[in-house]
């Protein structure tokens, strides 16, 4: 199949090595534990995993049988069909981290345009080349604050309205840096988007205030105060960001965070139950030689042409090992080639029509869910960008197998991450939703209150 | 020829992409909130195509040729896992989903688990980390909890050969671990006598990269592993080298207590120009309860008529979530459909292509190369990359040189404890004909760097372009391209 070898080819080779049998060059290996039989099943064909393959993907639901309002960090937008074209070539998908410049222009320029494009999408000075997804960027944002204050400052304050997977991966990267106490979302500091239970946390101790915007219940907070108070300590601030919104909103340079992490998802990466998806990583230039990841730099080459390389590669974990902040070694090289071509193609109009989209209709959705009898959303005062969260006169899973079964993946049950939630479900809605999915949604609604 | 940036090949008011009007009534923007200018680029669909097209045409790939390049195992990426990724069931499921609607995602994802717990000998595993790094992560943090809950929390000590990847000590210390290298000893082993030195009651455990990066089985494995669970440490392997292992020894049964996999290394998953990579981690029965959560199990056993109900599992003294949802599901699939293809015989005969191959380009180059250390090899080897003789060549000028030739370089510099070191990885995919013609570039070149050295040390001269300026790129850092006003 994938191994070329003829068994004549075989016998030659084994020749100019000088054994018998390929069994001879595993000698060195324990001999009681040598060639054991794997109880796996025999090998498939190809036409027979496809098949099989098939039968299992139909098995599923999936968002184009349904509609969906499922957000909560994973969004349903459309991709263009020349994304996965460009994603497909072998010359890209094939190829590894660019250490050969001279054989890698192609990454390593896309990598640059990725970079340049996120610096431009959240106003910050410096993006890197990607982290694993938008939780472990968040846990990377507390890791540099903890080294740029070398390890002098050791409080966390992370607010309860960032993504809960977040702060669940934030703290297990936490647990290797010594007494860092990460603190703010306890259940007692609520979700009521009052931000002065984290002011009075942030004092001379914090390294690192993190806040979302929009934050995971799709509201738009004001951190101004939160921010200027953090600084006035002497703390470092993260926005955790959905880049979708930026189309829109004020970007978070324009905040004066010092770090902006995000999941790229949004940008023309496909669901695929949860990855791999694109960590965004982008700071204010005074943090570069703290940055975990890696970066390509313009240069020339020796006849003045320009070219592009790794750089700062001092900082990583295959120069510095025990000395560098992060081991992280791959990025997201491919998943940051999407993203770009996403942007690339729907370019200054057609990104901020998106958001445009996603604004507009989830606006007529939370209008018009909150009309329906015993629905009404729970933050009617803050605004949002293109989630909300509805209070239902029913737990929401009930309401969810209801809807699942009018053609409808309801949105997202807050119960399974709040326990003070109860019967609240947040819903997502992206440029993918008509005004007649939502008439239709609403009409189930009103029906299932009726029944 | 440069090929322009994405913004200096922008036109204002061109586009790409046409989306649907609004079909609702307008709602303004909150006030103080909206955004003044993104400067994005503007295109038109054809204009992107061609910029990425000709990007991808300045790469070096496996589809394209020979990439040697050693502990990367860049074996050949089989075409029918990339549609299998992209099967619109899989490719378009929410990961929030209820779980009774992704049942043939949770299906693959337990199917991959049990056949990697199979061929590791390991006896759980968890797919959810993101890549090899993130999976030493998980074994670090869970050789740190296992000795916090069994009360010997001064075992602050890790152990790693001197031999191994970067990310072993960078993983250690990110943990909260003492690093302490252990030295090789002159057939490329870990030294003993140095590792029982350092077996005390500080002892948390040891990284074990085996085959190590010198692409030596250690010879003494065994004891290695017995000297350290002897004074209380559990053994970390790094499974970076693992194709060469494949139904040829179960790490698990040697004692390996925790390993990593690379799915795109032994795997088949595409590397993806620098990722997305995926790295499942495996342990013994001891530390199941430690493992990242989720991990997928069976809720419901299921019998001769139903399926078994698949869902989701917090072991009990779970180090955590180690990123959100449950690991790269793309690349499972394609790993998934990579092992159902093969089963034990073909999964044997790729260990086995792989170290006949490294052993047969080992031998071709042998008399024109000094190599590290002269015994059979695994699936890759290290050879000095300059020659006593011609000190004015080094390893760097011999890679670049191959360039001109068609291939991508051997990874260089590394291993560190080899004087310019040239690690070769041909893998099982690579043909005789392919592994003869590599083998006479590189005597072809041996002969050049004596006979012209300048030829080596001006190469390439072949590439989209020449070497380049590092010392500016850092000194300058211009991270952004030129984006217009």
Same mark, same amino acid.
């Given at each position: $199949? ?8 075989? !016998? !030659? ?65 459309? *991709? ?156 470092? /601030? ?18 004066? /965070? ?10 023309? *990466? ?64 491919? $998943? ?44 009617? !005062? ?15 899973? $009930? ?21 003070? $939630? ?24 009103? !029906?299932?209150?009726?029944? | ?83 299998? #990724? ?86 250690? #210390? ?113 530390? #199941? ?147 003869? #013609? ?48």
């Amino acid at each position: $199949m994938f191994t070329p070898h003829t068994p004549q080819e075989i !016998e !030659e080779m084994l020749k100019v090595v000088g054994v018998e049998t390929i069994e001879e060059l595993f000698e060195k290996v324990p001999e009681d534990f040598r060639f054991p039989e794997l109880d796996l099943p025999e090998g498939l064909s190809e036409m027979a995993i496809s098949a099989e393959l098939k039968e299992l993907a139909s098995g599923n639901a999936t968002t184009e049988d349904f509609i969906s309002f499922l957000g909560a960090g994973a969004y349903n937008h459309y *991709i263009p069909a020349a994304v996965d074209m460009i994603l497909r070539r072998g010359e890209f998908y094939t190829a590894y981290t660019p250490y050969q410049p001279e054989v890698s222009q192609g990454t390593l320029q896309a990598i640059f345009e990725f970079q340049s494009l996120m610096t431009e999408l959240t106003g910050m000075d410096v993006s890197n080349a990607s982290h694993y997804d938008g939780a472990t960027a968040t846990a990377e944002a507390a890791n540099l604050a903890y080294h740029f204050f070398r390890g002098k400052r050791k409080k966390i304050v992370v607010s309860r309205s960032v993504n809960p997977q977040y702060r669940e991966t934030l703290r297990t990267y936490m647990q290797g840096l010594e007494n860092v106490q990460v603190l703010g979302d306890e259940p007692a500091a609520g979700v009521s988007g009052d931000l002065n239970k984290l002011l009075a946390l942030t004092d001379k101790d914090t390294a690192l205030v993190i806040v979302q915007y929009p934050d995971f219940f799709g509201r738009i907070i004001d951190y101004t105060k939160l921010i200027e108070a953090a600084h006035s300590q002497g703390a470092l /601030v993260a926005f955790v960001f959905n880049p979708t919104a930026l189309g829109l909103l004020k970007p978070p340079g324009e905040f004066d /965070v010092d770090i902006a992490v995000g999941d790229g998802q949004p940008l023309g *990466i496909p669901l695929s139950y949860g990855g791999p998806y694109l960590g965004i990583f982008t700071i204010k230039d005074k943090y570069v030689r703290k940055l975990a990841g890696r970066l390509v730099g313009e240069t020339e080459d020796e006849t003045g042409k320009r070219a592009y390389v790794l750089t700062l590669t001092a900082r990583e974990q295959h120069i510095r090992r025990e000395k560098s902040t992060s081991n992280i070694c791959t990025n997201q090289g491919l $998943m940051a080639l999407a993203a770009t071509v996403y942007l690339s193609l729907l370019g200054k109009s057609g990104f901020k029509q998106v958001a445009e989209l996603c604004y507009q209709k989830a606006h007529y959705a939370a209008e018009q869910i909150s009309k329906v009898k015993g629905y009404d959303l729970a933050f009617p !005062e803050t605004p949002f960008f293109h989630e909300f969260v509805v209070s239902t006169p029913e737990p929401v899973s $009930m309401i969810n197998a209801h809807l699942q079964e009018h053609g409808f993946l309801g949105g997202y049950d807050l119960s399974l991450d709040y326990p003070e $939630m109860k019967n609240k479900m947040l819903i997502a809605v992206t440029e993918k939703i008509t005004k007649q999915d939502i008439d239709d949604l609403v009409a189930v609604l009103e !029906e299932a209150h009726h029944d | 020829m440069i090929e322009p940036t994405i913004y200096e090949l922008s036109q204002p008011g061109r586009k790409g992409v046409a989306f649907p009007e609004s079909d609702v009534p307008a709602y303004d923007l909150p006030a103080g909130f909206a955004r003044e200018a993104l400067k994005l680029p503007e295109l038109s669909e054809q204009d992107v195509v061609r910029h990425f097209t000709h990007l991808s045409q300045l790469n070096y790939s496996i589809d394209g040729g020979f990439y040697p390049l050693g502990s990367c195992t860049m074996k050949y990426n089989p075409k029918i896992n990339e549609e299998m #990724a992209r099967l619109p069931g899989l490719a378009n499921t929410h990961p929030l989903q209820p779980i009774e609607t992704v049942q043939g995602n949770l299906y693959i994802m337990y199917q991959l688990q049990e056949w990697l717990q199979e061929i590791s000998g390991l006896n759980r595993v968890c797919l959810s980390p993101a890549a090899g790094a993130q999976g030493e992560l998980v074994g670090a943090l869970i050789i740190k909890k296992y000795h916090e809950i069994n009360n010997a929390p001064l075992r602050t000590k890790i152990l790693i050969p001197d031999s191994a990847h970067g990310t072993n000590p960078a993983t250690s #210390a990110m943990s909260g671990f003492k690093v302490v290298s252990l030295p090789s000893d002159a057939r490329g082993n870990v030294d003993l006598e140095a590792l029982k030195a350092e077996c005390d009651e500080t002892l948390a455990g040891l990284m074990l990269t085996n085959p190590n990066t010198l692409g030596l089985f250690d010879e003494n494995v065994l004891e290695v592993i017995q000297l350290v669970h002897e004074a209380g440490g559990l053994v970390y392997g790094d499974g970076a080298n693992l194709n060469a292992l494949l139904g040829v020894v179960r790490p698990g049964d040697l004692g390996f207590d925790i390993m990593h996999f690379n799915l795109h290394k032994t795997f088949s998953t595409p590397h993806g120009g620098g990722g997305p990579g995926s790295g499942p981690v495996g342990v013994s029965e001891a530390l #199941a309860e430690f493992l990242p959560s989720p991990v997928v199990t069976i809720i419901e056993k299921g019998d001769e008529e139903t399926p078994p109900f698949f869902g989701f599992y917090t072991p009990q003294h779970t180090i955590g979530r180690m990123k959100a949802f449950y690991g790269h599901f793309g690349m499972h699939i394609r790993a998934y459909t990579y092992i159902a293809m093969h089963g034990p015989a073909g999964l044997l005969d790729i260990a086995q292509k792989a170290v006949l191959n490294a052993n047969y380009l080992m031998a071709q180059i042998k008399e024109d190369y000094t190599l590290a250390y002269d015994r059979t090899c695994m699936h890759e080897f290290v050879v000095e990359g300059a020659w006593e003789d011609i000190p004015d060549i080094h390893a760097l000028d011999i890679s670049k040189r191959l360039m001109d030739y068609g291939y991508h370089p051997p990874t260089n510099y590394f291993p560190l404890i080899v004087h310019e070191a040239l690690m070769i990885e041909p893998t099982e995919t690579e043909s005789k004909q392919t592994l003869d #013609a590599f083998a006479k570039a590189m005597k072809a070149i041996a002969k050049e760097a004596r006979e012209d050295p300048d030829l080596l040390q001006t190469a390439p001269h072949n590439t989209p372009i020449r070497r380049c300026d590092e010392v500016k790129a850092a000194r300058d850092l211009v991270l952004c391209c030129w984006i217009p006003e």
